[in-house]
């Protein structure tokens, strides 16, 4: 540590970010993790049996188009149904050359048959069960009987922070089940839970550098950016924006940002490729300054 600070020294700028920032913000947070977070682990368990109806009914529904019962969770098994038995065809291959079943191959799959779809509902809230409803409620401390997680400085590459054992960062919000595994998370009587974000901050920076009037004009007015993208993107009156075309310029917002492809979004919308191109492309003919922007980055 005396090695570390000693070579800070001729370092006016990190001297002060370790000094003003990062030391004050350890001690912060070992105070966060010390306090720990209270869960309902009853609401946790009773999810849990709701999560394994589900997961029961998916299975039964791929048995009944396979045809026969296999390991859901063996991918040498999934393997075996979907490009073997069933001969769907090879989207993406794995580093032996074996036909892929991660889920970027399962997604493309699944805009054309049920059984890859199937596998991914069936992995999704397989992962939710056994990594938070099942497993959430034994981590809590048996003396202040709440959850005392590890908030991380410096992992992300991004700058965040990070959280490890147990995670409370990756709980999926858009999904119906992610969403009431929030719910578990609650506040002691008299006490209330407070969410705080920046406000759309990658894109008031995007619309800085940009210059790209229409972003200016859209966030200087106050207006909601998602919603003002949407109607330019839709070409209909702000107040007619409808949530699902919020929630497509939301995704193109932040997508197109950082290099989502169309088949990216159309992926993340649900929607053929050929849609998804073609928000892209008006998105781009309604910011132009972002548009030149992100090809300027791209060189």
């Known amino acids: 540590r005396r090695v570390l600070f000693r070579s800070l020294e001729n370092e006016i700028k990190l ?31 009773a999810q849990s049996e709701v999560l394994h109806k589900q997961i029961v009914t998916l ?8 045809e026969e019962e296999f390991n859901i969770g063996s991918p040498k098994q999934v393997q075996h149904i979907l490009y073997e038995k069933m001969g769907l065809p090879i989207k993406k291959r794995t580093a032996k050359k074996q036909p892929s079943t991660a889920v970027e191959a399962l997604t493309e799959l699944a805009l054309d ?7 991914l509902e069936y992995r999704e809230l397989s992962k939710l069960k056994s990594t938070y409803t099942d497993s959430l409620p034994k981590k809590i ?28 960062q990756n709980i999926p919000i858009r999904s119906e089940n992610g969403r009431r595994i929030r719910n578990a998370f609650i506040a002691p009587p008299g006490k209330k839970i407070l969410a705080a974000d920046y406000s759309q901050i990658e894109l008031r920076i995007m ?24 109607a330019e993107v839709f070409g209909v009156a702000l107040e007619d924006v409808t949530p699902f075309q919020r929630r497509c310029a939301k995704a193109t917002n932040f997508g197109l940002m950082y290099g989502k492809t169309a088949f990216g979004l159309a992926q993340d919308l649900k929607i ?13 003919s309604r910011y132009p300054g972002a548009d030149k922007l992100i090809e300027t980055l791209k060189d």
Request: net charge negative.
């Open 207 to 230: 619309a800085h550098l940009s210059g790209d009037e229409t972003m200016l004009k859209a966030f200087a007015s106050g207006e909601d950016i998602h919603k003002a993208t949407a």
């Open 141 to 168: 401390d048996d003396t202040t009987g709440r959850v005392h997680t590890s908030y991380n400085q410096a992992v992300a590459e991004t700058g965040r922070l990070s959280s490890s054992n147990p995670n409370l």
């Open 59 to 66: 299975q039964a529904k791929a048995y009944d188009i396979a």
């Open 113 to 119: 048959y049920p059984l890859p779809k199937i596998i």
């Open 272 to 284: 053929s490729r050929t849609e998804a191109q073609n928000y892209i492309e008006r998105y781009f």
């Open 15 to 45: 001297k002060t970010l370790i000094e003003e920032l990062e030391m004050p913000i350890a001690s912060l947070l070992a105070k966060i993790e010390a306090n720990g977070v209270l869960v309902d682990a009853e609401e946790l368990h």
